[in-house]
C-alpha cells in the first residue's frame, strides 16, 4: 500500500477511491468500458494490481460508482423540484427540462456507461434500476397531484411521458439541434405540448 499521507486510515481511503474513481472516469470515455480492466486502472494509479482489489473486486463495481458520482447532482436537482415549484404542472415542464439537459449534455457521462452494466449481476442491476427511479418517483409524484388523473393513470402516463422524453432527447442529438438554439427550444416546446395532450387524455376521460 503507498505511504498514507492523510491524517487517518479512512481519510487515505477516502482519497484513494476518490482517485481511483478519477482515474477509472478517463479510462472508460477514452478507452470505452471494454477495452478497460482493473490492470489498466492500477497502472494509471501506480499500484500494483491486487492493491485495488482492496477498493473494488471488479470493473462492474468501479464503474457503478463512477456512475453514481457522476450522477449525484443530477438526483439532487430532480429531488428540488417538488419544492421549487409546488405547481405540478409546472414541476413537470421542469422536470422534462432537467431530463433533456441530462441526456444531451456532455456534463454527465456516466449515464450513457449505465448500458454497460447491463449484464452486471443482479445486485448492481438493482443499484442502477435505483439510480432510476429517484427521477421517475418525481414525476409519479408531481402527477398525482394533478387533478382528474386518476392514481391507475399516472403509472401509465409516466411511462409515457418517460419514452417520449427520451425520444426528444435522441431527436436532439441525432439531428445536432444542439447547435441551433432556436430549433432546441422549438423541440422542447413540442415535447411539452405533447405531454399536455397526454395528460388532458386523463380530463377526457372524466367526461
Not at 482492496?54 to 457503478?64: F, G, M, P, S
Not at 441526456?103 to 456507461?113: K, N, V, W, Y
Not at 409519479?140 to 387533478?147: C, F, I, N, Q, V
Request: glycine letters at 2%; a negative charge.
Amino acid at each position: 500500500m503507498p505511504r498514507i499521507e492523510a491524517a487517518s486510515i479512512a481519510e487515505h481511503v477516502e482519497q484513494q477511491t476518490d482517485r481511483l474513481l478519477d482515474v477509472a472516469s478517463v479510462l472508460f470515455k477514452t478507452r470505452g468500458y471494454r477495452q478497460t480492466d482493473m490492470g489498466m486502472i492500477a497502472a494509471e494509479m501506480g499500484l500494483a494490481r491486487s492493491s485495488l482489489y482492496r477498493y473494488y473486486r471488479n470493473k462492474d463495481h468501479v464503474l457503478l460508482d463512477c456512475i453514481k458520482r457522476d450522477m449525484t447532482p443530477l438526483l439532487v436537482d430532480f429531488a428540488t423540484l417538488t419544492e421549487r415549484y409546488p405547481d405540478p404542472l409546472e414541476r413537470v415542464d421542469a422536470w422534462l427540462d432537467l431530463q433533456v439537459d441530462s441526456a444531451t449534455s456532455p456534463d454527465h457521462p456516466g449515464i450513457e456507461l449505465m448500458n454497460e452494466l447491463r449484464h452486471a449481476d443482479e445486485e448492481l442491476q438493482q443499484q442502477i434500476l435505483l439510480l432510476h427511479k429517484q427521477p421517475a418517483r418525481v414525476l409519479d409524484d408531481a402527477l398525482s397531484a394533478m387533478e382528474p388523473i386518476s392514481t391507475a393513470e399516472v403509472s401509465l402516463f409516466a411511462t409515457m411521458i418517460i419514452g417520449m422524453t427520451h425520444a426528444a432527447a435522441r431527436h436532439i442529438l441525432d439531428h445536432s439541434i444542439l447547435d441551433d438554439a432556436k430549433a432546441e427550444q422549438v423541440a422542447r416546446r413540442q415535447l411539452k405540448a405533447a405531454v399536455r395532450q397526454v395528460l388532458q387524455m386523463g380530463e377526457h376521460d372524466q367526461h
